[in-house]
């Protein structure tokens, strides 16, 4: 039974047929479907997905499997069928396999109360080179899919769903990678079955908070905003990078600055004192590219405070962060951050100044404190400091300096976050866990932001080498092991304005 995908941001250009299907599929679903769409790109990035293939679809009419009665009409099922992609690339469910996850390279059969629908906004990406792997129950073993069992002489590929912002994964996708495989690009990988007429992934909606949903983004309205305003402050260097941020990369955060509500961008650094291996803004050596370009200027405490005063006087719920996904470092910028601090807060005392930051100089956090920052998150892939050591391969600073920042902010009474990237059958690891507890007990954090890692898991794991026998707790465990332990830290995907 095959089925579809999903919406996202930047499109192939597809076939009007088969767009029509995708339509037809999010019809049926109810999804919002953006006006005036932007399918062909100027600045879409093809070298991108070079390995990863968006889904074309088709409803396959005449594919009769034998087993098809499993999923048939009326009869509900509680075990997701295995999903694979075609030669032709369409996705197919084969439920003579059942769906499994993986957790450190790993198999494993998710539980039906793990699994939710896809939500509205994710994709679904082809593997290329990894046979997809499912639990054959009768066996009571799993295996991988060798070819596609409508057409043995045809080759198969895995499936894996990259789901939208707020939802957390329980389990990575079960594949095999033949060898010669290349490596994955910067996206997070989730695994991703079929099961009584949807797709369905094991992860949670671990914030509530709709400020990065897919259907609250009305495009047309975006791009007149962004052009208005860009037009109008032609001078304002920041506000033109924004501008293309939102319309070019599709940057939920810049789209809401120009929807003038929640949690807007504030990028100043063009360099880093870290070399994080997943790093999206920059990519050195790897073959991999970067997804979205590093501003390439520092801008100035006006152009900062002409972005960000409106913003946090007229939005709802209102937050600014510097730190973002198209820049460095922001403490390499320390002094302007400061210089515009103050500046905003001569001007308005409205709304939360929030930093993303690696948490390297934890002075200059001091500083920011004093100038009026009221909220900061720093980011780490381990509580570990043996691996974070290996994930950011820090220049001059080191676990301890990010850990010294946390507690700096709230010393002087802010609010702190950890952007936590989680891996499963890493970040669910006992001693991971372990060190968690450490690093909430001796800093006094806030809120834990559970995001999922955007990286090939296998070349991750390879690089760090956690051991991988370790007993791992599952990352359901894990998330209500925080919670009863620690029933002040809140757990979540966004930075809140501090009430
Ligand atoms: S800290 Fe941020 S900008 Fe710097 S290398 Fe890491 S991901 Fe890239």
Not at 144 to 153: G, R
Not at 206 to 235: G, P, T, V, W, Y
Not at 249 to 267: D, I, Q, S, V
Not at 458 to 484: C, F, N, T, V
Request: proline letters at 8%.
């Amino acid at each position: 039974m095959a089925i579809v995908i999903c919406f996202h941001f930047a499109f192939l250009p597809i076939p009007s047929n088969l767009m029509d299907c995708k339509l037809e599929y999010a019809i049926n679903k109810g999804w919002h479907i953006p006006s005036g769409h932007p399918r062909d790109h100027k600045n879409f990035k093809p070298e991108l997905f070079e390995t990863v293939v968006r889904v074309p679809s088709r409803y396959p009419k005449t594919t009769k499997s034998p087993l098809h009665g499993h999923t048939g009409p009326g009869r509900q099922s509680h075990h997701p069928a295995l999903v694979y992609a075609d030669a032709e690339g369409h996705i197919l469910d084969w439920p003579a396999l059942e769906m499994a996850g993986a957790g450190g390279g790993e198999w494993q059969r998710p539980r039906f109360s793990e699994l939710v629908p896809l939500p509205e906004g994710s994709e679904l990406f082809l593997l290329p080179d990894r046979l997809p792997v499912g639990f054959n129950s009768a066996l009571r073993r799993f295996e991988p899919l060798a070819a596609d069992p409508f057409a043995p002489e045809k080759p198969v590929r895995a499936v894996a769903a990259f789901i939208s912002p707020a939802y957390t994964h329980l389990y990575s996708p079960a594949y095999r990678t033949r060898s010669g495989a290349p490596l994955l690009p910067l996206f997070a990988y989730t695994a991703v079955g079929w099961l009584n007429g949807n797709f369905v992934v094991p992860a949670v909606r671990i914030d509530s908070d709709r400020r990065q949903d897919f259907c609250n983004f009305d495009l047309k309205l975006i791009e007149r905003n962004a052009r208005r305003r860009m037009s109008a402050e032609r001078e304002n260097r920041l506000l033109q990078h924004l501008g293309k941020c939102a319309l070019t990369y599709g940057c939920p955060a810049a789209k809401n600055l120009f929807m003038n509500r929640w949690e807007a961008p504030l990028p100043s650094s063009p360099e880093c004192n870290a070399r994080c291996i997943g790093c999206i803004s920059l990519q050195e050596s790897t073959g991999l590219s970067a997804t979205q370009d590093r501003i390439d200027f520092v801008p100035t405490p006006e152009e900062i405070s002409a972005v960000a005063v409106p913003h946090l006087q007229e939005a709802q719920r209102a937050v600014v962060s510097f730190g973002q996904g198209c820049e460095g470092e922001p403490l390499l910028q320390a002094k302007t951050l400061e210089a515009s601090i103050r500046m905003i807060r001569g001007a308005t005392s409205r709304g939360t100044i929030n930093l993303n930051t690696n948490g390297s100089l934890p002075e200059a956090v001091e500083k920011l404190c004093r100038a009026g920052l009221q909220s900061i998150r720093v980011s780490m892939n381990s509580a570990r400091p043996e691996y974070y050591q290996k994930y950011f391969r820090p220049k001059g600073f080191s676990f301890e300096d990010a850990r010294r920042s946390i507690s700096v902010v709230k010393a002087n009474g802010g609010f702190a976050s950890i952007n936590y990237f989680v891996l499963p059958g890493f970040t669910d690891q006992e001693s991971e866990w372990l060190s968690l507890r450490k690093l909430i007990a001796e800093t006094g954090l806030d809120l834990i932001q559970m995001r999922n890692l955007n990286i090939d898991p296998e070349w991750y794991l390879d690089i760090l080498k956690p051991d991988l026998r370790e007993k791992k707790l599952g990352m359901s465990r894990l998330l209500s092991m925080i919670r009863q332990d620690f029933p002040h830290v809140r757990l979540g995907y966004f930075n809140p304005p501090v009430e």
